[in-house]
């Protein structure tokens, strides 16, 4: 047995008095001794604000997502020790890949986020900009930047790893500094993570610290700046919201709690069926898989009355192929609970259950492992005839356990759910979209993800218990009411958005982006013939102009096909309430324009990539002549790609300075020869080295 050590203040501090003793979960040996005791935690939230903030804060979204990216492969490449590790939590490698490598992964996920969705700044805006003044010399944004505190996450037992990681990726993306509060009974394999993380040398100080034990007096050190994330029983979560950090400092809270997740089976999907067979899968599996030990497990199984034997059946027959005992044996399907106490309180669930429910079946054999010892307890399958009891639909077993019920119709099936409470997920095994619709709509305001499963996905679907870092995970009501991951929902949580008033120039100063307005440089000659380094946001051109003719239009229908009645029918495009005559083609619009403001000759800018915001303000008649206003907008750098992305504003006008089309246009521009990974020697615009 270890003493653990807590990292706080850039320092192992190893506690100055005996903790609580966790033993392995499968052989009820001792395993660690956890305590908190002398952490000076005023100043561990300190060291948080005043070192790891202003280091965070002053870094660019890519560069905060280039942390992630290196910190995420050095967990790939020391995941032995961690699931070395991980058997002492009862839980399977199958098990454990989803908390060590699902943890790993979920860092490489939001690097990628970051680098491919957010800009590289400090700033980050949230819309296109309002327009305050009729003449735009007063306008207004949305930016979002990071909070100037500490995220505080208070973890549960059931993945050390990957709980922690989940949350502390948007939190690093975001640019605010974590501290990382594991359940007692599973820090030890949290601590060995952290470990790797501190001694890789890739984080700044004070970026992340570990609180081993007890928070003691940490919350009294919250206020509005901080954000604290909880995983755990609804019922902590309500004690922790109720704290004055939260409901007098303002502290932002988010929860994701235990809840009743449902699988529900079509009335078409009988035995036979693929979904049928599908649905029984993935109950088993849910039922199993960490040894029922997940917030999103399938606790409730739903089944129309006519399939409900069938089922029933089904499910007791798979579970009994599943091979239960010594999670370190490859052969092992299904581990141990985390703790015997654990395994108390689902034994004590089951007992409230089965005041309202029949055993289908609660035994199986245990392999290599002594039962009385470690923490081991058989598939429990309940059913109920009486499925609006209220028992099944609010005591949760957090274990190998689940109760099948029967519903007559889909609006029974809903109301079924609904009973719940409000689930992280619920899945829904169908062929028929109507009732795919019908079920989903109808459910969907008490869940946090619907996970819709048919024979088309049977190889794809990424299952029912799984949350992945691009979507929401969290639930309302009784799951919580909060939101993790999400994408970049989950980094805009760590920011604080601001409504910035002001001139175009000052705004753009302010953003790093050019505002509509702000002053244009047209003294730089082409833009395009510029490098990205000598690129200036505000850079413009004005172009020449050229005079849309009806042979134009003519030759672009015939090139493209495109013989849209407005551009070559004149009776019927006079006739149009919108047109009034023929019109050139939108994308003849764009055509032209480009033809107006592309360099031709070889130089900085690499490739056009795409074109965002496109919107045709008013329509183009042969006789127009368009001209183009062509700003630098936006800056992204490419750290060691040789070039950056510019956005373009494109502005299209007519000869009465109307704008018929705006947009932006997306390119890559190479750096100054020998910077950021370009050629020492490149081509300029007139194809000369």
Known sequence: ????????????????????????AVTGEPVASVSSSGIDFAGTTTYAREVGGPTLRSMTFHERA??????????????????????????????????????AGVLLSYASKGRRELPNSTVLLD???EILARDGSFIATHMATSLNGVAVQVNAFNFPCWGALEKFAPALLAGVPTIIKPATQTAFLTEAMVRLMVQSGILPDGALQLVCGGVGDLFDHLGGQDLIGFTGSASTAAFLRA???????????????????AAILGRESGPGSTEFDLFVSEVVTEMTVKAGQKCTAIRRALVPHQHLDAATDAVATALGEVRVGDPADPETRMGALVSTVQRREVLD?????????????????????????????????LRTDNPTNPGVHTTEAFGPVSTIMGYTNPADAISLTALGSGSL???IYTADPVEARELATGIAAHHGRIHMVDASVADTSTGHGSPLPNLVHGGPGRAGGGEEMGGLRGVRHHLQTTAVQGSPDMLTAITGEWMPGSTRL????????????????????????????????????????????????????????????????????????????????????????????????????????????????????????????????????????EVVAAYDVLTMVANRPGVNGAPLEQTDNGGNT
């Open 1 to 24: 047995m270890r003493t653990l050590e807590s990292f706080v203040n850039g320092a192992w501090h190893a506690p100055d008095s005996e903790g609580v003793t966790t033993s392995h």
């Open 66 to 103: 280039s942390l992630l990216k290196t910190l995420g492969q050095h967990l790939f490449a020391e995941k032995e020790g961690l699931y070395d590790l991980s058997t002492a939590t009862g839980a399977t490698r199958a098990d454990s890949w989803i908390d060590i490598e699902g943890g």
């Open 127 to 129: 819309g296109d900009p």
């Open 243 to 261: 704290h004055p950090a939260v409901v007098e400092r303002s502290a932002r809270f988010n929860a994701e709690a235990d809840s009743l997740n």
């Open 349 to 381: 669930a089951i007992s409230t259950l089965v005041g309202s429910t029949t055993v289908v079946t609660d035994s199986c054999e245990f392999h290599g492992v002594d039962p009385a010892r470690g923490a081991f307890l058989a598939p429990t399958l």
């Open 425 to 427: 997920v619920a899945s």
């Open 522 to 657: 047209f003294d730089r000659g082409h833009p395009f013939k510029l490098n990205f380094d000598d690129l200036s946001i505000g850079t413009a051109i004005r172009t020449n102009s050229r005079t849309v003719t009806l042979d134009d239009i003519e030759s672009f229908a015939e090139s493209t096909g495109d013989h849209f009645y407005a551009h070559m029918d004149e009776e019927a495009a006079a006739a149009s309430p919108i047109f009034g005559g023929r019109v050139a083609h939108g994308y003849l619009v764009l055509a032209l324009a480009a033809g107006l403001f592309v360099w031709p000759d070889p130089g900085p800018v690499l490739a056009n990539y795409g074109v965002d915001r496109c919107r045709f303000a008013k329509p183009t008649y042969p006789g127009d002549t368009l001209t183009v206003l062509l700003t630098c907008k936006r800056k992204t750098l490419r750290a060691g790609a040789g070039y950056g992305e510019v956005a373009w504003d494109a502005q299209v006008n007519n000869q009465a300075d």
